[in-house]
C-alpha cells in the first residue's frame, strides 16, 4: 500500500467536503444583497444555522493532514500565501462573529449583515485566490518558499477567486431552493440559471488558461495522452448544465443543488488530474514532499478513528434538521 497515495487522497476528500460542505453556506451571504427583507434573511440564515459550524471541521481535517504528512507544503505554502490565508481567517471570523450576535442585535442588525455578506464573499475570494495560486506553481529552492510575499496576486488568481465566488454563490442559492418554500423560493429559482451561466463561462476560462500558463500542466494534457481522457469533461458539464436548465424550468426542488455538487465534482477531479503527481506543482511530487513512512502510519491510524467520527456526526446533523425551514421555525435557531 502506497500510504503517501492513500494521504493524499485523505486531504483530497477534506478539501472537497469543505468546498461543498461550507461552500454553501458562504454562499448564502454572497446571496444576500439580493434579498433585503429582514424576515426572509433570518429564513436564509436558519437554513444553515444548526449545522454551519461544524462544516469547517473538514478544512481543519486538511490542515491538519497536510501538517502531519506533508510539511514541506504545509510550510511553503503558508509562507507563499500568507497574507490571502490570514485575510481569508479575518472574513470567516467576522462571518461566524456575525451568525451569532445577528440574530440578537436590533439596531446594529444591519452592520451585523453587511459583516456577514462581506466575511462570506471574502472568505470564497481569497479561497479562489489560494487556489489560482497554487496553480500558478510556487517557487522552491531546497525546500524553502523561494518568492516574494505579493507573488499570488496575479491576474489568473484574480480570476479564481471570482470564479470561487460565483460557484459558492451556485450552491448556497441551490441549497435554499431546496430548503425554503413559497415567494422566496420562486425568486430563488430565477437566481439559479443566471448563476449556472457565469459559472459555465468561469470554468472555460480557467480551463483554458490553467495550461496556458504552466508548460507541466500543458505537457501533461496534450503530450501524454491525458488530453483524449479528459474529453468527456467538458461533456459532463454540457449535461449538467442542460439539466440544471430543466430543473429550474420545472421548479424542481432538490435537483438543482445535486446538480451544482455535480458540477463542483467535475471541476475538481479536472483539478486533482492536471496536478498529479505534484504535491506543489512544477517544484515537488507528492513522495519527495512526505514525511518518512512511520509518521504516515502513525497519523492514518488517527485519521482511521476520526473520519469516521466527522462523518458520522456530519450526516447525523443533516439528517436530523432535513426538510424544509419555514418562518414557524426561526424561534428555535435563535
Same mark, same amino acid.
Given at each position: 500500500?502506497?500510504?503517501?497515495?492513500?494521504?493524499?487522497?485523505?486531504?483530497?476528500?477534506?478539501?472537497?467536503?469543505?468546498?461543498?460542505?461550507?461552500?454553501?453556506?458562504?454562499?448564502?451571504?454572497?446571496?444576500?444583497?439580493?434579498?433585503?427583507?429582514?424576515?426572509?434573511?433570518?429564513?436564509?440564515?436558519?437554513?444553515?444555522?444548526?449545522?454551519?459550524?461544524?462544516?469547517?471541521?473538514?478544512?481543519?481535517?486538511?490542515?491538519?493532514?497536510?501538517?502531519?504528512?506533508?510539511?514541506?507544503?504545509?510550510?511553503?505554502?503558508?509562507?507563499?500565501?500568507?497574507?490571502?490565508?490570514?485575510?481569508?481567517?479575518?472574513?470567516?471570523?467576522?462571518?461566524?462573529?456575525?451568525?451569532?450576535?445577528?440574530?440578537?442585535?436590533?439596531?446594529?442588525?444591519?452592520?451585523?449583515?453587511?459583516?456577514?455578506?462581506? %466575511? !462570506?464573499?471574502?472568505?470564497?475570494? $481569497?479561497?479562489?485566490?489560494?487556489?489560482? +495560486?497554487? /496553480?500558478? =506553481?510556487?517557487?522552491? @529552492?531546497? %525546500? !524553502?518558499?523561494?518568492?516574494?510575499? $505579493?507573488?499570488?496576486?496575479?491576474?489568473? +488568481?484574480? /480570476?479564481? =477567486?471570482?470564479?470561487? @465566488?460565483?460557484?459558492?454563490?451556485?450552491?448556497?442559492?441551490?441549497?435554499?431552493?431546496?430548503?425554503?418554500?413559497?415567494?422566496?423560493?420562486?425568486?430563488?429559482?430565477?437566481?439559479?440559471?443566471?448563476?449556472?451561466?457565469?459559472?459555465?463561462?468561469?470554468?472555460?476560462?480557467?480551463?483554458?488558461?490553467?495550461?496556458?500558463?504552466?508548460?507541466?500542466?500543458?505537457?501533461?494534457?496534450?503530450?501524454?495522452?491525458?488530453?483524449?481522457?479528459?474529453?468527456?469533461?467538458?461533456?459532463?458539464?454540457?449535461?449538467?448544465?442542460?439539466?440544471?436548465?430543466?430543473?429550474?424550468?420545472?421548479?424542481?426542488?432538490?435537483?438543482?443543488?445535486?446538480?451544482?455538487?455535480?458540477?463542483?465534482?467535475?471541476?475538481?477531479?479536472?483539478?486533482?488530474?492536471?496536478?498529479?503527481?505534484?504535491?506543489?506543482?512544477?517544484?515537488?511530487?507528492?513522495?519527495?514532499?512526505?514525511?518518512?513512512?512511520?509518521?504516515?502510519?502513525?497519523?492514518?491510524?488517527?485519521?482511521?478513528?476520526?473520519?469516521?467520527?466527522?462523518?458520522?456526526?456530519?450526516?447525523?446533523?443533516?439528517?436530523?434538521?432535513?426538510?424544509?425551514?419555514?418562518?414557524?421555525?426561526?424561534?428555535?435557531?435563535?
Amino acid at each position: 500500500m502506497d500510504v503517501t497515495v492513500v494521504w493524499a487522497a485523505i486531504i483530497a476528500l477534506g478539501l472537497f467536503m469543505y468546498v461543498v460542505l461550507d461552500g454553501f453556506d458562504l454562499g448564502i451571504g454572497i446571496v444576500f444583497p439580493f434579498f433585503p427583507d429582514e424576515k426572509e434573511r433570518n429564513l436564509m440564515m436558519n437554513t444553515v444555522a444548526p449545522v454551519w459550524d461544524g462544516n469547517e471541521t473538514w478544512l481543519v481535517l486538511g490542515g491538519a493532514g497536510l501538517f502531519a504528512v506533508f510539511p514541506v507544503v504545509y510550510s511553503t505554502v503558508l509562507s507563499a500565501l500568507y497574507l490571502p490565508l490570514i485575510f481569508m481567517l479575518a472574513c470567516l471570523i467576522f462571518r461566524g462573529v456575525s451568525f451569532e450576535l445577528r440574530a440578537k442585535a436590533n439596531r446594529t442588525k444591519h452592520l451585523w449583515d453587511l459583516a456577514f455578506i462581506g %466575511g !462570506s464573499a471574502g472568505a470564497a475570494f $481569497f479561497q479562489g485566490i489560494v487556489l489560482g +495560486s497554487f /496553480l500558478q =506553481g510556487i517557487p522552491v @529552492v531546497d %525546500g !524553502s518558499y523561494a518568492g516574494s510575499a $505579493f507573488d499570488w496576486l496575479t491576474p489568473f +488568481s484574480l /480570476l479564481t =477567486g471570482l470564479g470561487l @465566488v460565483v460557484t459558492y454563490a451556485l450552491l448556497g442559492c441551490c441549497w435554499l431552493v431546496a430548503k425554503t418554500e413559497g415567494d422566496l423560493q420562486r425568486r430563488l429559482h430565477r437566481v439559479v440559471w443566471p448563476l449556472t451561466v457565469v459559472l459555465l463561462a468561469f470554468i472555460a476560462m480557467v480551463s483554458l488558461w490553467t495550461p496556458l500558463q504552466d508548460p507541466n500542466i500543458a505537457q501533461r494534457w496534450f503530450a501524454s495522452g491525458l488530453f483524449y481522457r479528459l474529453l468527456p469533461v467538458p461533456f459532463l458539464v454540457a449535461v449538467c448544465a442542460f439539466f440544471m436548465r430543466r430543473a429550474v424550468r420545472e421548479r424542481h426542488h432538490k435537483t438543482p443543488f445535486v446538480l451544482a455538487l455535480a458540477l463542483v465534482l467535475i471541476g475538481y477531479l479536472g483539478l486533482l488530474v492536471s496536478l498529479w503527481p505534484y504535491a506543489i506543482p512544477s517544484s515537488m511530487t507528492l513522495w519527495q514532499a512526505a514525511a518518512p513512512r512511520s509518521s504516515q502510519m502513525f497519523t492514518l491510524a488517527g485519521a482511521a478513528v476520526i473520519i469516521p467520527i466527522i462523518l458520522t456526526y456530519t450526516t447525523l446533523g443533516y439528517w436530523v434538521f432535513r426538510g424544509k425551514v419555514s418562518h414557524d421555525d426561526q424561534h428555535h435557531y435563535h
